[in-house]
């Protein structure tokens, strides 16, 4: 891992990676080695993939667009 940055817990995503060059190339996109990238799979997502570095949560799943989606429709009323 490098030293200025933290750790990758976990990269989660709608399907099983078969294939160790894109655990590789997730790791490689992040910056990061690839020990360091945890990939886990979670059926409920539909579609998209969530990366969580430290604290912080990157949501670019169809559930996450979708709450968020439900989330401003009802604000609006």
């Known amino acids: 891992m490098y030293a200025d940055q933290a750790s990758v817990e976990e990269v989660t995503l709608t399907a099983p990676l078969d294939e160790p060059s894109l655990t590789r190339a997730i790791a490689r996109a992040l910056n990061r080695h690839a020990e360091d990238v945890r990939v886990v799979t979670d059926e409920q997502l539909i579609g998209g993939v969530k990366v969580r570095?430290?604290?912080?949560?990157?949501?670019?799943?169809?559930?996450?667009?979708?709450?968020?989606?439900?989330?401003?429709?009802?604000?609006a009323k």
């Open 53 to 75: 570095v430290g604290n912080t949560v990157i949501d670019a799943s169809v559930q996450g667009a979708l709450a968020q989606l439900r989330s401003h429709l009802t604000r």
